[in-house]
C-alpha cells in the first residue's frame, strides 16, 4: 500500500510555470513507477507523464512534450512535475499516481493508487 498527497497547484497566466510535488508515503516510493494525469471539467482524465522507478524511464503525452518535466527523489519519496508554458488548455485537476508494473501507468493507465489531486488553473 502507498499513499499519495499532491501539492503546488494554483493560478497562473498563460506562459507561467508551476512545480507539483507528489509526496509518498507507506511502502517507499521506489518499489512504484509514477505518473500524473490530469482531468478537466467534462472531460475523461487523460495522461500526462510518468517515470520509472530508478528515474531511467520517462513518457510524455504529446499534448506537454518539451513543456512539462517529470522527476523523483527516492530519498524523499517524491516525484515532481515541473510545467513550463503553461497553456490555458491545461487547466485541470492533476492527479498523482503509482504502480509497480509499468504497463498498468503508462500503456493500460489504470495503476493501483492515487492521490486525491490538485487544482492547476490557468489564465489566458
Given at each position: 500500500q502507498v499513499q499519495l498527497v499532491e501539492s503546488g497547484g494554483g493560478l497562473v497566466q498563460s506562459g507561467g510555470s508551476l512545480r507539483l510535488s507528489c509526496v509518498a508515503s507507506g511502502r517507499t516510493s521506489s518499489t512504484y513507477n509514477m505518473g500524473w494525469f490530469r482531468q478537466a471539467p467534462g472531460k475523461e482524465r487523460e495522461f500526462v507523464t510518468a517515470i520509472s522507478r530508478t528515474g531511467s524511464t520517462t513518457s510524455y503525452a504529446d499534448s506537454?512534450?518539451?513543456?512539462?518535466?517529470?522527476?523523483?527523489d527516492n530519498a524523499k519519496n517524491t516525484v515532481y512535475l515541473q510545467m513550463n508554458n503553461l497553456k490555458p488548455e491545461d487547466t485541470a485537476v492533476y492527479s498523482c499516481a503509482a504502480d509497480p508494473v509499468w504497463g498498468r501507468l503508462v500503456v493500460f493507465r489504470t495503476p493501483d493508487y492515487w492521490g486525491q489531486g490538485t487544482q492547476v488553473t490557468v489564465s489566458s
Open positions: 506537454v512534450k518539451g513543456r512539462f518535466t517529470i522527476s523523483r
